[in-house]
């Protein structure tokens, strides 16, 4: 039976035994951990800078073990979770002690109860307000991330029902978490590098009757007429750093199409000037923008300084559950002052639109802010007459900078109405006519007019604003406000879209249950290898015993 053994011990002397050992090594580790992947695009959280106080995210890479909200333990887990489903404690807990956070944004926030948005509006607020240590990701709403958040969550949930139930052995629970699956998350493609070309475009117009044309193609305003200013900021970025629907600008740019209309057509001599002035730069950023424009302009020309009033236009767009429009001065408005007329105006005209109110709201200027509370502050700093007209009531309503949009075709008939209030309130005031509407036929302010406004890009993206201005105005000028090489008012940062990968791997415990496995067989060969010889004699002998037995 045992006349070929010497052949086979042969054969642990030689390279066999090298194979035995290996081959099935490479089974084992053939099933790599990683099972499956899945890629998703992503965008860091704004990171940007204003008189020297960061804001924002502050890192941006991720390569960690993906947890949900009621998982997660330590810095080596990042988060993955809903923005409906997070609260700003859970958020603070987050920033303090994890490695980093995902979040999915809401498919359809209309679909969302009202609790959930104003969870969601005050946690946007919440996170925009300080500085972020972690990588902070968002994800537009994807039905595969919503699958992951759902699995991660779910076997959370299975773990504990099961323990609530009946308590497993500890066998069972070892079983459980051995063959259990993960997620590992590797976020690549985003940095958090200076935008060395940090800049805001301002834009300005003028809409007033003509003397005559220069020799360089501009055209001499009549500066007799007094002046009225309107400015409004186009928002760039905001929780993330995406393109957003400007309703201030849409509002903006239907009064500067509207003007220039009936100002051509107009019979009756305009009694004031309008400049259009437009900042791309809003309470983000403190208003930087305007504040440039005025430190360049104010002393060089004393007819702004002695604008009759400037109407900033901040959040007109919104639609509001008090149908009142908010006039926020300063200072109260003196009877007999430009303003204190235009407000009658404004209030008079607004009744005949869905007998929309006007309500005038005083705050004082407080200095020791950091962040000024609205644009038309600026200009009172300056001891100009100003005022901003919202549909906030308070410069804390979340609605003024969110990226969240509940209902946008009402948004946009709500603009068109304040359009129409706005522009016929105007034009009473500086054509003093009050006999019926004036914006009417080709200069009506239409659906039509509004609309094309909605999606304006920045003048950093395209022409379209340039473009605008000089159909409509004259003397158009754009400027730019960069920051100071040594004491910069403001500071952009690139690295805004990555990519995310999500693996599905086991668990630490499975490297661990693994190790222990291939040490036990490595072990069983080796002690078959080194007591080969003794079992070997010990076979040959009882070989031996049943032949002489026979």
């Not at 430009?338 to 209030?347: A, D």
């Not at 919202?390 to 075709?409: A, C, G, M, Y």
């Amino acid at each position: 039976m045992f006349e070929d053994a010497d052949n086979f011990a042969d054969l642990f002397r030689g390279g066999f035994s090298v194979l035995l050992v290996t081959i099935p090594l490479l089974v084992i580790l053939s099933s790599s951990p990683v099972l499956a992947s899945n890629e998703f695009t992503i965008e860091r959280m704004a990171q940007y800078d204003v008189h020297g106080v960061p804001y924002g995210c502050r890192a941006s890479s991720i390569n960690l073990e993906a947890k949900s909200l009621q998982t997660w333990t330590t810095s080596r887990h990042c988060v993955i979770t809903r923005f409906q489903d997070l609260t700003v404690d859970q958020f603070r807990e987050i920033r303090a002690k994890a490695g980093g956070v995902i979040i999915l944004l809401p498919e359809n926030l209309s679909l969302l109860s009202n609790e959930e948005k104003q969870q969601i509006y005050t946690l946007e607020q919440a996170i925009m307000a300080q500085e972020i240590s972690i990588p902070v990701y968002f994800s537009k709403f994807d039905p595969e991330l919503s699958n992951i958040i759902d699995e991660i969550s779910t076997s959370k949930e299975k773990q504990e029902t099961s323990k609530n139930n009946k308590r497993e052995s500890a066998i069972s629970e070892i079983i459980n978490s051995i063959s259990a699956n993960g997620y590992q998350v590797v976020v690549s493609g985003a940095s958090h590098v200076v935008n060395k070309q940090s800049k805001i475009p301002i834009i300005q117009g003028e809409l007033a009757p003509t003397k005559n044309i220069k020799a360089d193609g501009n055209v001499e305003i009549n500066t007799k007429l007094p002046l009225i200013i309107i400015t409004a900021h186009l928002e760039t970025f905001g929780l993330v750093n995406h393109q957003l629907p400007n309703l201030d600008v849409t509002v903006f740019m239907s009064l500067v199409s509207a003007f220039s209309k009936i100002h051509s057509s107009a019979t009756t001599s305009p009694k004031y000037r309008i400049m259009f002035l437009l900042s791309e730069s809003g309470a983000l950023l403190n208003f930087q923008g305007m504040k440039k424009w005025l430190d360049s302009n104010l002393d060089e020309n004393m007819q702004i300084q002695n604008a009759e009033f400037v109407l900033c236009i901040d959040g007109i767009g919104q639609q509001s559950d008090t149908n009142t429009l908010y006039m926020h001065v300063s200072k109260p408005p003196k009877e007999g002052t430009h303003m204190n007329n235009f407000y009658k105006q404004l209030r008079t005209t607004a009744q005949s639109y869905e007998n929309v109110t006007v309500e005038g709201i005083h705050k004082k200027i407080n200095l020791a802010d950091v962040q000024l509370a609205w644009e038309h502050e600026r200009f009172s700093m300056k001891r100009m007459a100003g005022f901003t007209l919202s549909s906030s009531k308070s410069h804390k309503d979340p609605l003024r900078s969110t990226i969240f949009v509940e209902n946008q075709e009402q948004n946009l008939q709500t603009a068109q109405r304040n359009a129409k209030i706005l522009a016929e309130s105007l034009g009473a005031y500086v054509f003093g006519n009050n006999n019926g509407e004036l914006f009417s036929g080709a200069s009506a302010i239409s659906n039509e007019l509004v609309k094309p406004w909605l999606h304006i890009r920045s003048t950093q993206i395209n022409n379209d604003l340039k473009n605008a201005f000089e159909k409509y105005l004259k003397n158009v000028k754009v400027t730019y406000d960069k920051p100071d090489a040594r004491e910069p008012d403001f500071m952009l940062y690139d690295g805004h879209q990555g990519t995310l990968n999500v693996y599905s791997v086991k668990p630490a415990v499975f490297d661990l249950f693994l190790t222990f496995v291939i040490v036990a067989y490595l072990g069983s060969v080796y002690l078959v290898i080194v007591s080969f010889p003794t079992l070997y004699g010990a076979m040959c002998k009882l070989s031996n015993t049943k032949v002489k037995a026979n």
